[in-house]
């Protein structure tokens, strides 16, 4: 089992940038994949983007390539969401999911159920 604490969160004008931290509890954090969500208001969540055990794969939405960058170390036991080139539509909380190694599926990374772990979120604010 794992517990997340998302950090880092903010209001940033347009163009600004933020980086993002979830920190795990636990001593198998390696063992787990991870993804990062986003939800605006009244607007499902989104998947962002994700990063495997071992950090060799990394997945990102389109609306974020080239502007968003995860990545982890499991010796802290982190894994870090650094935005930038933010814009008003990046608006939204954001938040760390965690599932197992063995339960990890690339081809359904996107969807929110993949994960059973979950932090409890950070607010993200652009302002135009």
């Known amino acids: 089992q794992v517990q997340l604490v998302e950090s880092g969160g903010g209001l940033v004008q347009a163009g600004g940038s933020l980086r993002l931290s979830c920190a795990a509890s636990g001593r198998t954090f390696s063992s787990y994949s991870m993804g990062w969500f986003r939800q605006a208001p009244g607007k499902e969540r989104e998947f962002v983007g994700a990063?495997?055990?071992?950090?060799?794969?990394?997945y990102y939405v389109e609306s974020v390539k080239g502007r968003f960058t995860i990545s982890r170390d499991n010796a802290k036991n982190t894994v870090s969401l650094q935005m930038n080139s933010l814009k008003p539509e990046d608006t939204a909380v954001y938040y760390c999911a965690a599932v197992e190694r063995g339960r990890w599926l690339p081809a359904l990374m996107y969807k929110s159920t993949s994960y059973n772990y979950w932090g409890q979120g950070t607010q993200v604010t652009v302002s135009s």
């Open positions: 990063i495997n055990w071992d950090g060799g794969r990394l």
